[in-house]
């Protein structure tokens, strides 16, 4: 596609919910990364993507939370059990990954809201 | 990694030119600087990227000094669009899968008619 696209835009949810965000990047790019935003903050390291595997998955906060990436494309963000502090804006990025650039470019973001 | 520091905020007026600092005192020698906006409700957009001297694209220009422990984002003529977030990261995006962006605060710019 001609940017990455992010579904849902929002999301309401309750506590102690199931809840999948998707990430699908621009054709072609290899890498993909997961960062989450709270109000105020910046964007917050969750997961980078190489291909198919997660090559660094240091930002993940704790096992409730979990990426797939199976056909190296379309990403899946799980969080299992959501507490009211998982509330923030979801965003992913891909990038070709060329030597010497490494440029992000973001989706428009998954806004999750638990309740 | 190479912690970076810029303003929280800043105000300018329309038609001004603002110019925004980022410090990066313990940047490496493969180091490249990199600028990304961001617009409420969205995600951080590129504006631009250098490793030295000045680089100057459609949007902004970005200096950076012989001694690379600060940066200068330049917006010339600033519109009330330009009101956006503004994040410097610092980093080198050919050792692949050891780099990741990393944000910090950002430097809020709010733009007055």
């Known amino acids: 596609g001609a940017g990455v696209s992010q579904t849902p835009s929002n999301k309401v949810t309750e506590k102690g919910k199931y809840v999948e965000l998707r990430c699908d990047p621009i054709s072609g790019h290899t890498a993909l990364y997961w960062y989450r935003q709270s109000l105020g903050q910046g964007p917050e390291f969750l997961i980078y993507?190489?291909?198919?595997?997660?090559?660094?998955d240091s930002g993940l906060p704790n096992d409730r939370f979990f990426a797939v990436r199976p056909e190296g494309s379309v990403s899946t963000l799980k969080i299992q059990r959501t507490e009211r502090g998982d509330s923030a804006m979801y965003l992913c990025?891909?990038?070709?990954?060329?030597?010497?650039?490494?440029?992000?470019?973001f989706g428009a973001g998954s806004r999750l809201t638990v309740l | 990694l190479a912690k970076t520091t810029q303003p929280i905020s800043m105000d300018s007026y329309e038609g001004q030119e603002v110019n925004i600092t980022c410090s990066h005192n313990?940047?490496?020698?493969?180091?490249?600087i990199t600028w990304y906006q961001q617009f409420p409700s969205q995600g951080p957009r590129f504006i631009i990227q250098g490793y030295k001297t000045k680089v100057t694209n459609e949007v902004a220009s970005l200096f950076i000094p012989a001694d690379r422990k600060s940066s200068t984002l330049s917006l010339p003529r600033v519109s009330l669009s330009d009101t956006a977030v503004y994040y410097c990261l610092v980093g080198d995006p050919a050792s692949g899968g050891s780099y990741i962006p990393t944000f910090g605060r950002g430097t809020s710019l709010i733009v007055h008619p």
């Open positions: 990025a891909s990038s070709p990954w060329t030597a010497g650039a490494n440029v992000l470019t």
């Open positions: 313990n940047i490496a020698t493969n180091d490249y």
């Open positions: 993507f190489q291909g198919t595997g997660a090559a660094d």
